[in-house]
């Protein structure tokens, strides 16, 4: 299964009655198999984990509006996929003295 995730989505918070409670707030989901190709991603080492050893997610979020009109940001997390980027280092070219 390719990059797996979770997907959720954030409303202004509109019962916000104190500095404690969140300024935004929303359901979210996860299939049990992208929840199982997680957690099987991150078990398996193919997870990037950050210096203290968490799991690294990357979130991406889309502005929308909803059928009522009211605006959300729609959320994608998933694993942090591990760098590709990096060039590999080729070996040196072999002269003729170094095969004898």
């Not at 959320?75 to 990096?86: F, K, N, W, Y």
Request: net charge negative; hydrophobic share 40%.
């Amino acid at each position: 299964m390719a990059n797996p995730a979770i997907n959720a989505s954030l409303f202004k918070n509109e019962r916000k009655e104190s500095q404690n409670q969140p300024d935004f707030t929303g359901p979210g989901s996860v299939t049990p198999e992208n929840l199982k190709a997680l957690y099987e991603a991150a078990v398996g080492g193919q997870a990037v984990f950050d210096d203290n050893g968490n799991i690294k997610i990357r979130v991406a979020g889309w502005k929308k509006e909803s059928a009522k009109g009211t605006a959300y940001i729609s959320l994608s997390l998933q694993l942090e996929q591990p760098r590709t980027d990096v060039p590999a280092v080729a070996p040196a070219a072999a002269t003729a003295s170094d095969l004898f």
